[in-house]
């Protein structure tokens, strides 16, 4: 699992990339701290955004 945490309570969506861009995963959340399977990706590296109070941040993780 992918443990996501806001410093803030705000509505916030999540996404998982590829490194081709596609998206492998999204979820709304309203809370501060989420989990996000990612048992079923496969091995490799992928892309993370977190969209919340107008702000994006994206990060890379390698699941393996």
Known sequence: QLN????????????????????????????????VDVATLANGVYVVTLQAAQKTRSIKFVKY
């Open 4 to 35: 996501v945490s806001f410093t803030q309570l705000h509505p916030a969506d999540i996404t998982i990339y590829d490194m081709q861009g596609r998206v492998m995963r999204h979820l709304h959340t309203n809370n501060r701290q989420t989990n």
